[in-house]
């Protein structure tokens, strides 16, 4: 569990240091301007790292899976190989349909005006601004990043109504850990993909609410998951308790 979250925890770093640094410089410019390279490049980068924290995730919810309802065979199947191979594979599938997205937005013919509509470059955004016939293109999309979020969500959501009916079977005593780890699961699965299918496969798109979800899911998102993974680790708050003995006795001898 420990790995994947280290692994998660630098998804998270990657992924809002994709937007967050242009688009706090913008705030201080009056000439907010990006260059097509960069463009292409937060393209890139946001559905890579983006692809790759949904594996991610997937991956935790099997690892919470066989924790709860394999304990005896968790070591077996959860061994150093097989979360090596998760993390292996979690970036080669973000950077597989980072690719595929990339390549319908380098050929686009641009005439102008290129003026993006949000804080950063991504696809949707990017192909509303093509001198062509963008229909076929925004249905590639669609199919590429919104049927693959919608249905991610599905199998985390069927895999998660499965676990926590093995842990009401449980006796209390040993689902109250079980249950506090999960409910931090379900939150960051909840804060990363409610975004992504309003953005990626909502018919009906709201330009306000479009920019607040862009923000939340490059910036806050990322933010936000560190926080509630250790606001829900026993050890963590058992350290923060020292800690926060250790600078009491401090401020009171000094």
């Avoid at 000439?31 to 946001?46: D, E, H, M, T, Y």
């Avoid at 097989?82 to 390549?103: K, M």
């Amino acid at each position: 569990m420990y790995f994947l979250l280290a692994n998660l925890s630098f998804i998270d770093l990657s992924l809002s240091s994709v937007t967050a640094p242009k688009m706090i410089a913008d705030f201080f410019s009056k000439r907010k301007v990006i260059s097509v390279k960069g463009c292409l490049a937060q393209i890139f980068l946001l559905h890579f790292f983006g692809g790759s924290e949904l594996v991610t995730l997937i991956a935790m919810a099997f690892d919470r899976y066989v924790a709860i309802c394999k304990p005896l065979r968790y070591t077996t199947i959860m061994c150093g190989n097989v979360c090596v191979g998760i993390v292996v594979a979690a970036w080669g599938v973000g950077f597989l349909h980072s690719v595929s997205q990339l390549a319908f937005a380098v050929n686009l013919p641009f005439c102008g005006p290129n003026k993006v509509d949000s804080f950063y470059c991504d696809l949707p955004r990017v192909i509303k601004l093509a001198c062509a016939d963008t229909y076929r293109l925004d249905i590639m999309v669609i199919a590429n990043s919104g049927i693959l979020t919608v249905c991610s969500f599905v199998l985390l959501s069927i895999s998660y109504t499965i676990i926590l009916m093995t842990i009401q079977r449980r006796p209390s005593d040993g689902s109250s850990k079980a249950l506090s780890t999960l409910t931090a699961h379900i939150t960051v699965v909840l804060l990363f993909f409610g975004p992504c299918i309003f953005i990626y496969a909502w018919p009906f798109p709201t330009k306000s609410l479009d920019k607040f979800l862009a923000v939340f899911y490059s910036v806050v998102t990322p933010l936000l998951n560190p926080i509630i993974y250790t606001l829900r680790n026993t050890e963590m708050k058992i350290a923060m308790r020292r800690l926060r003995k250790w600078n009491l006795n401090f401020s009171v001898k000094s």
